[in-house]
Nanobody, 127 residues
Framework: QVHLVESGGGSVQAGGSLRLSCVAS????????MGWFRQAPGKEREGVAT????????TYADSVKGRFTISQDNAKNTLYLQMNNLKPEDTAMYYC????????????????????WGRGTQVAVSS
């Protein structure tokens, strides 16, 4: 089992920045991929960014490329999402997820590949 806890959400104005954190505990050694997903009100949950735990692959949604950066500190079992130049359309609940499967290629954002999820942290961006 893997336990994930997100933090760092908040309310910012458009153009601002936030850094989300996700601390993992439990059988983290068995995880191959960790990532961030988000769900806006009335919309389906979507993939934001993923990274292999060995650092050899990162994937981003087109909507966040050039603005968001995913990173990890394996010594601290912590995943980060640096979000810059935030837009109102980035408003959502952001979730951390983990899987023992690969997360590159066309299925990188398939939620069914991620058995472990945090409870989320809310991000609100005002115009």
């Amino acid at each position: 089992q893997v336990h994930l806890v997100e933090s760092g959400g908040g309310s910012v104005q458009a153009g601002g920045s936030l850094r989300l954190s996700c601390v993992a505990s439990g059988e983290t050694h068995s995880m191959y991929c960790m990532g961030w997903f988000r769900q806006a009100p009335g919309k389906e949950r979507e993939g934001v960014a993923t990274v292999h735990t060995n650092g050899d692959s990162t994937t981003y949604a087109d909507s966040v490329k050039g603005r968001f950066t995913i990173s990890q500190d394996n010594a601290k079992n912590t995943l980060y999402l640096q979000m810059n130049n935030l837009k109102p359309e980035d408003t959502a609940m952001y979730y951390c997820a983990a899987t023992g499967l690969s997360c590159n290629g066309p299925v990188w954002d398939s939620q069914y590949r991620y058995p472990y999820w945090g409870r989320g942290t809310q991000v609100a961006v005002s115009s």
